[in-house]
């Protein structure tokens, strides 16, 4: 699966433009934690519709896959030193 498209600014885009709201599912989980800024929702949105769309294509299994390769790339890199790649939790 290739990465998503960089975003290309639009050339009537100015300042007081604002986003679209982002759908349900790519709303915040929770309000005990902050949310870190977005700070390209259009970027994000082409993400998680990638996601989408391996769901769609190719299931659970391959999309939980690639989700735990991206966390165990960004853990390796020092992006996401917070982000537990497993627990012991067990549903």
Excluded: C, F
Aim: glycine share 4%; proline share 12%.
């Amino acid at each position: 699966m290739a990465a998503p498209r960089a975003r290309v600014p639009h050339p009537k885009t100015s300042e007081a433009h604002k986003e679209p709201p982002l759908p349900e599912e790519m709303q915040p989980v929770s309000n005990t934690i902050p949310e870190p800024i977005d700070n390209d929702p259009l970027e994000t949105r082409d993400w998680v519709e990638s996601l989408d769309a391996v769901l769609a294509h190719h299931g659970t299994a391959r999309a939980g896959y690639i989700v735990q390769r991206v966390l165990e790339y960004a853990k390796r890199h020092g992006m996401a030193k917070d982000l537990p790649i497993g627990t012991d939790y067990v549903n």
